[in-house]
T-cell receptor, first 109, second 116 residues
Framework: SQQGEEDPQALSIQEGENATMNCSYK?????LQWYRQNSGRGLVHLIL?????REKHSGRLRVTLDTSKKSSSLLITASRAADTASYFC?????????FGQGTELSVKP | DSGVTQTPKHLITATGQRVTLRCSPR?????VYWYQQSLDQGLQFLIQ???????AKGNILERFSAQQFPDLHSELNLSSLELGDSALYFC???????????????FGPGTRLTVL
């Protein structure tokens, strides 16, 4: 079973709006990663944030990490229809990459 | 394109059968990981190999086995297939050994297995 929780499970927004997805985990981590999956396809690594970092940016992506709350958030600014996908957070535990349940993002043109 | 290739893309077989899924990692990557993705279980880690040796094991069934060959490609063997084994099977590779170190994984396009 997965050991990460993400919310919301699904998010529907209009193009141009911002999308925020949240992730919680249960153990201590060295880093947390976010991946994206287009329907039925392979996952694509988006960004990695280390446990000693609080915020990281990559293009229109902003990730925050709060290790005291064991939570992370992914913000996609100025969303586009092409951002429609599932987004997963993941962290290593005992050599295994553990994925959250994912957030299904739908961006309507 | 991640550089990780998987074959076949689709596989339809019957219960009780055995299939082999193949994965070629990115050039230079020594670690290969296998994952199963289904609607009810989500994305589950199965097993990891590093340079031919098993390094980490997840909830992999005894009916499933894997290996990594000297040329670093990997195969996942699924036997005595059941209806519940129908899923997407992903392979991923990375340049370092998995563990609690900074490490991103590159995923292949997956093999969709349907067991009838």
């Amino acid at each position: 079973s997965q050991q990460g929780e993400e919310d919301p499970q699904a998010l529907s927004i209009q193009e141009g709006e911002n999308a925020t997805m949240n992730c919680s985990y249960k153990t201590s981590i060295n880093n947390l990663q976010w991946y994206r999956q287009n329907s039925g396809r392979g996952l694509v690594h988006l960004i990695l944030i280390r446990s000693n970092e609080r915020e990281k940016h990559s293009g229109r992506l902003r990730v925050t990490l709060d290790t005291s709350k064991k939570s992370s958030s992914l913000l996609i600014t100025a969303s586009r229809a092409a951002d429609t996908a599932s987004y997963f957070c993941a962290h290593y535990q005992g050599g295994k990459l553990i994925f959250g349940q994912g957030t299904e993002l739908s961006v309507k043109p | 394109d991640s550089g990780v290739t998987q074959t076949p893309k689709h596989l339809i077989t019957a219960t009780g059968q055995r299939v082999t899924l193949r994965c070629s990692p990115r050039s230079g990557d020594l670690s290969v990981y296998w994952y199963q993705q289904s609607l009810d279980q989500g994305l589950q880690f199965l097993i990891q190999y590093y340079n031919g040796e098993e390094r980490a094991k997840g909830n992999i069934l005894e009916r499933f086995s894997a290996q990594q060959f000297p040329d670093l490609h990997s195969e996942l063997n699924l036997s005595s297939l059941e209806l519940g084994d129908s899923a997407l099977y992903f392979c991923a590779s990375s340049s370092r050994v998995a563990g609690d170190i900074y490490n991103e994984q590159f995923f292949g396009p997956g093999t969709r297995l349907t067991v009838l």
